[in-house]
Nanobody
Framework: QVQLVESGGGLVQAGGSLRLSCAAS????????MGWFRQAPGKEHEFVAG????????AYPDSVKGRFTMSRDNAKNTVYLQMNSLKPEDTAVYYC????????????????????WGQGTQVTVSS
């Protein structure tokens, strides 16, 4: 079992920044790739960022590329999502997820590629 706990969400004005954290426990953290997804009301889960086991590879969709940065600290069993230049359309519940199956350099961009999920943290960007 893997437990994931997100934190750092909140209310911010457009153009502002937030940093989300996701703390993992339960198994060897360096063995899983990690991802961030978000879900706005009435919409499906959207891939936001992913990082490989070692942190050497990352992936972002065009909607956040250049504004969001994902990183990991394997010593602290934590991944981060630095979000800059936030827009109202970034408003959603943000979830972190753990992928225990992929190879060392792989970053998975689809929800069904992940095995464990956190409970989510709300991010609201006002205009």
């Amino acid at each position: 079992q893997v437990q994931l706990v997100e934190s750092g969400g909140g209310l911010v004005q457009a153009g502002g920044s937030l940093r989300l954290s996701c703390a993992a426990s339960g198994r060897t953290f360096s063995l899983y790739a990690m991802g961030w997804f978000r879900q706005a009301p009435g919409k499906e889960h959207e891939f936001v960022a992913g990082i490989s086991r070692s942190g050497g590879n990352t992936a972002y969709p065009d909607s956040v590329k250049g504004r969001f940065t994902m990183s990991r600290d394997n010593a602290k069993n934590t991944v981060y999502l630095q979000m800059n230049s936030l827009k109202p359309e970034d408003t959603a519940v943000y979830y972190c997820a753990a992928d225990l199956r992929s190879s060392t350099a792989t970053v998975v961009v689809v929800p069904y590629g992940y095995d464990y999920w956190g409970q989510g943290t709300q991010v609201t960007v006002s205009s």
